[in-house]
């Protein structure tokens, strides 16, 4: 198992070429929200933002529009019910993030299979309902050529069938190959796991100030704006997962808990610290 360390920042984050447009840094679609969780959507997509993702789209239900355009207003807005402009959004964009705070209901379903429909070489970036909605249902996870699956241990047990002890490396692994061999899947916990084909990384970084709701919300934006520009690779994504955990480090040396909103305003400055530093 390989550990993840700093040095993955500087081989991950490139300085940006001169002659660029937002149209080079990644397109985002962040399917989330609903009534109960308006923050969810909120977190996700002012990580990507941060990040520095060209375009992001936040496919949600309508009321949640002004609280997103007030405080995010570089973000654009969609309602996920209006099935044209979903369709249209999938096919306009080229990472797709579901799951933030949807909910486990019959619309997510819905929205899961509108996904696996119109999709060709898409990133997936499934997270919290949507992976709970899969285990629901039974979703064939298979078809989905670039997918990136964001459990933590509790989605994991539902998506795996393993209980919390069994979730052993050489289980997970035999796991995730079974049910989306290819795609790369994160067990979020302490010192989080990725899984990647035959690899394994470890996270050794992070603390439990980051125990907080919305923590998970703000790293999937964290790593939609880092496959965006970056590429869909193991690489990428350990850059995304150390990133999050430096910067909460960092705060949780002053601060008692580490709120995801304080940490999605580092990102930017954090970025380009690690972007100055290559030769
Ligand atoms: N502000 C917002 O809008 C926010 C919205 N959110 C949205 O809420 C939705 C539900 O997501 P969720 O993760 O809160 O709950 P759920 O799917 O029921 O899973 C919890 C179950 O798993 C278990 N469990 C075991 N290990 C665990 C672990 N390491 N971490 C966590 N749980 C662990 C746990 O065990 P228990 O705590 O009961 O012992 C329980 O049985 C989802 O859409 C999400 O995006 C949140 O992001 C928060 C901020
Ligand atoms: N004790 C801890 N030590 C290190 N990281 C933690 C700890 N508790 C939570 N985290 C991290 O915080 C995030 C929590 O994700 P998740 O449970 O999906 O949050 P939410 O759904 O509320 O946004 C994960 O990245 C996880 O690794
Ligand atoms: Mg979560």
Redesign the pocket.
């Known amino acids: 198992m390989q550990k993840i360390d700093k040095s993955i920042l500087s081989e991950v984050i490139h300085k940006r070429p001169d002659i660029s447009y937002k149209g080079n840094y990644g397109r985002i679609l962040i399917i989330a929200g609903s009534t109960h969780f308006g923050g969810?959507a909120l977190m996700s997509a002012r990580a990507a933002v941060n990040t520095g993702a060209g375009l992001v789209t936040v496919a949600t239900v309508s009321e949640k529009f002004t609280a997103i355009n007030v405080d995010i207003p570089e973000a654009m807005t969609i309602d996920y019910r209006q099935e044209n402009d979903l369709r249209d959004a999938i096919s306009k964009n080229n990472v797709i993030v579901i799951g933030p705070g949807l909910g486990s209901s019959e619309t997510t379903f819905h929205l899961i299979k509108t996904i696996i429909k119109n999709i060709d070489e898409q990133i997936i970036i499934m997270d919290?309902s949507a992976l709970t909605v899969v285990s629901e249902k039974n979703i064939n996870l298979k078809t989905i050529k670039n997918l990136i699956l964001t459990p933590?241990q509790g989605e994991w047990q539902r998506l795996s069938g393993l209980k919390i002890p069994d979730q052993t490396t050489k289980n997970n692994l035999e796991k995730i190959n079974s049910l989306a061999p290819n795609s790369l899947l994160i067990v979020?916990?302490?010192l989080?796991e990725i899984y990647y084909q035959e690899k394994i990384y470890q996270l050794i970084s992070?603390?439990?100030g980051?125990?907080t709701?919305?923590?998970?919300?703000?790293?999937t934006g964290i790593i939609a704006g880092f496959v965006g520009q970056f590429g869909y690779s193991l690489k990428s994504v350990s850059a995304a997962l150390y990133l999050?955990?430096h910067i909460a480090d960092k705060i949780y040396q002053k601060d008692y808990v580490v709120l995801p909103t304080k940490l999605a305003s580092k990102i930017p400055e954090t970025m380009q610290e690690f972007a100055c530093s290559q030769n």
């Open positions: 969810a919290a933590h979020k916990k302490h989080s992070g603390n439990p980051m125990a709701g919305g923590m998970g919300d703000t790293l999050h955990s």
